[in-house]
């Protein structure tokens, strides 16, 4: 409940007026709705005795004064006779009773004198008038209590979602588990969607429903507090159950939401991965794995109704018990004009038709907001369960941060400075690293597969920090400067290049996102995008790429991600290269773009491929995590058993592709 609070806080600051405007239409829904059960005694009493209501007060006024008379003539007669005090202090209390019903009636007198309808017609006319009103404005205040209410809650459910997006961005990075898309999906969808579900609930229905409640009770307990009392003898019993039941269907959503993330996660894996399927011919497998999943979604889904239903019935049971308990005893009450049931006080003076009735009504009209309350357990535990997944998130503090006081980056040389660094504390991915590069230096770092090229890169992106040593760029340490200081001097093109499902200019543009029209253009013909949109696409760079870029092909992708780092005129330019997606052609237009566009900056270069290595002035070797060799092409060939090896496997690839 905890993390719930907070989302019910957060709605609390951002829309206070539209929440207490619908409190307060809810507790007049309550109002209205204990005072249309109201209108069963003058039925009961007026109209089905065909009187009108000055014939009923005159009959009131008597019926009480001659309680009253008779009372007082027992008590004297039992003063007289030295009866038991306890016997003489429970007449005197009935005749209090009487009283007190008097004064009442005194006070309603001069009401129905001078305005209620003298024919009993009118007055049923009138109480059918009064309902009529109620009822409208008890369903006008409804409407405005939940509109406002949903305003406030789904507000505040897209905020946090909102909130939730930005936080996924800034707890990508680093060292901390990611979970899984599917389930991140489950939390910023169907959990937000819950809690948001459960803040209207908690301030709106359960706030309504026992305001119906309290009103009916308080009518109830107006006419006979004890009788009242008897009838709320179940109420432990089903609270009991009740507070059973909440827990295992808080437990029983968590395992929903995520069983749902789980089916999530897998449906994305294969809708994205479906080539393999279809070319291993997994599809039955597939089938299968995704019918477990859903299948435990549906289990646990089957055990909420269950306790759904439980949580109903108990509450049906509870409302029933009370009008059954209040049936029987009530009834005895009045059928034989007593005060007393087991020789226990269970009302003041003997009962009368009309009270009675108006008695079981508000009893009956209470159990209708109890039976209600049944449905909303269920969804204020989703919504518990819920904010905790995405609160615990929203609280996890990232790995990667500003430091406090930042210091500004200047341009110049790029140092390693005996860095080490492991993804996990088994394996050493890059260890006691020292490598510098000079400023506007174009470089290439070759080595064999997993040697830590791309890790070199994540660090200087600060896409993690390293465990030991330090990256530095111009002598500053990058942890000391802003990332958002340190990322704009870097144009990166990576491995896996992502596009945006958006047009190609569109693409270029996410580059630098005020760059005019023909600025895209002159990134997109410097990088060789121009070379394939105009022949090979239908709307040129209007084209769209597709999700993840899939209308395009991996060389074409590149090209569009060198026009995009160019738009951004970095200091420092970072191409990680995807040979294996490359043809020759394509990659030789790729190098020659990468040339044209690097100018004066500092170029990183990561390659197999030995056509790139001319356009190095260095090449830098790699192996297990450490540099093992700087030096000229030719240098190298004779000192680096490594890269004559890299080397030799490349040319003998290219001449087989050629
Ligand atoms: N996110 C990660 N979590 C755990 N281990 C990782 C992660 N990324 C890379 N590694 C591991 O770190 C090592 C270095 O990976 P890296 O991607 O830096 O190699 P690389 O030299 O760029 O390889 P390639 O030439 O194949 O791209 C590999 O053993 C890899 O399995």
């Known amino acids: 409940m905890r993390y719930l609070n907070k989302a019910i806080w957060l709605a609390w600051r951002d829309y206070k007026w539209s929440i207490v405007l619908s409190i307060i239409s809810s507790l007049l829904v309550g109002v209205l709705w204990g005072a249309n059960v109201g209108a069963v005694y003058p039925f009961a009493e007026v109209i089905f005795k065909g009187q009108n209501l000055q014939q009923w007060i005159d009959r009131e006024t008597e019926a009480c004064e001659t309680a009253i008379r008779e009372g007082e003539a027992e008590v004297a007669a039992l003063v007289a006779a030295n009866a038991d005090d306890a016997d003489v202090a429970s007449k005197r209390q009935e005749i209090e ?9 005194n006070k309603t007198r001069p009401w129905i004198e001078n305005y209620a309808p003298t024919s009993p017609f009118n007055t049923l006319l009138c109480i059918v008038a009064f309902l009529l009103v109620g009822t409208a404005l008890k369903c006008l205040f409804l409407a405005i209590s939940t509109t406002l209410m949903a305003r406030a809650a789904f507000r505040t459910s897209k905020s946090l979602q909102r909130q939730f997006f930005a936080k996924m961005l800034e707890l990508r990075l680093g060292k901390v588990p990611q979970g899984e898309t599917g389930d991140s999906a489950t939390r910023v969808g169907g959990d937000i969607n819950s809690i948001g579900n459960a803040i209207s609930i908690l301030l709106g229905k359960s706030l309504r429903e026992p305001a119906k409640m309290i009103a009916c009770v308080a009518l109830a307990a107006y006419i006979n507090w004890r009788l009242l009392l008897l009838s709320l003898l179940v109420c432990p019993i089903a609270a009991y159950l009740l507070m059973t039941l909440a827990k295992s269907i808080k437990r029983t959503s968590v395992r929903v939401l995520e069983a749902n993330g789980r089916v999530i996660s897998f449906f994305l894996q294969i809708h994205n991965g479906y080539q393999v399927v279809k070319a291993f011919g997994n599809e039955e497998l597939e089938n299968e794995r995704f019918y477990r999943k859903t299948e435990e979604v549906l289990r646990q889904q089957m055990k909420l109704e269950v306790y759904g239903s439980l949580i109903r019935s108990n509450n049906e049971l509870l409302g029933i018990g009370m009008v059954c308990l209040s049936l029987i005893a009530g009834g005895y009450l009045v059928l034989n004009q007593a005060t007393h049931i087991f020789g226990i006080r269970l009302a003041d003076k003997a009962m009368d038709f009309g009270g009675i009735m108006t008695f079981y009504a508000s009893l009956i009209a209470a159990a209708d907001p109890i039976r209600k309350l049944g449905d909303v357990f269920g969804s204020i535990q989703a919504g518990i369960a819920g904010s905790e997944r995405v609160f615990s998130i ?24 005996n860095v080490s660094f492991r993804y996990n504390e088994n394996v050493t991915v890059l260890e006691n690293l020292d490598l510098t590069i000079r400023q506007g230096e174009k470089v290439a770092i070759v080595g064999p597969n997993g040697c830590g090229k791309s890790t070199l890169i994540n660090l200087l992106l600060r896409f993690y920090d390293p465990d030991e040593g330090a990256v530095t760029i111009g002598g500053t340490n990058i942890r000391d400067a802003k990332q958002h200081d340190l990322r704009r001097r870097i144009g990166l093109v990576n491995q896996n290049t992502v596009l945006f499902n958006d047009s190609i200019e569109e693409n ?60 951004k005129n970095p200091d420092i330019f970072i191409f990680d290269e995807a040979t294996s997606q490359i043809d020759l052609e394509s990659e030789r237009q790729i190098h020659a773009a990468f040339e044209r566009c690097v100018g004066d900056s500092t170029a990183i270069l990561i390659t197999h491929r030995p056509a790139a290595l001319e ?12 540099v093992e060799a700087i030096g000229s092409h030719e240098e190298l060939l004779k000192r680096s058993r490594t890269y004559h090896e890299l080397y030799r496997e490349e040319v003998i690839q290219d001449r087989q592709a050629a």
């Open 97 to 105: 009773g009487w009283q007190g019903r008097l004064k009442s009636v």
């Open 394 to 417: 929203l609280a996890a503090e990232p790995a990667i941060k500003d430091p406090e006081n930042p210091v500004p980056l200047h341009d110049g040389d790029i140092h390693f400075n």
């Open 508 to 567: 270029i543009r996410y580059g630098r996102l005020t760059a005019t029209d023909e600025e895209v253009a002159a990134a997109g013909k410097l990088a060789e995008v121009d070379a394939f949109v105009h022949t090979h696409t239908t709307h040129g760079y209007k084209s769209a790429c597709g999700e993840l870029g899939s209308a395009l092909s991996g060389g074409q992708r590149q090209r569009i991600a060198i026009a995009r780092a160019l738009l």
């Open 615 to 626: 356009l190095a002035d260095r090449i830098i070797v790699m192996n297990a995590g450490q």
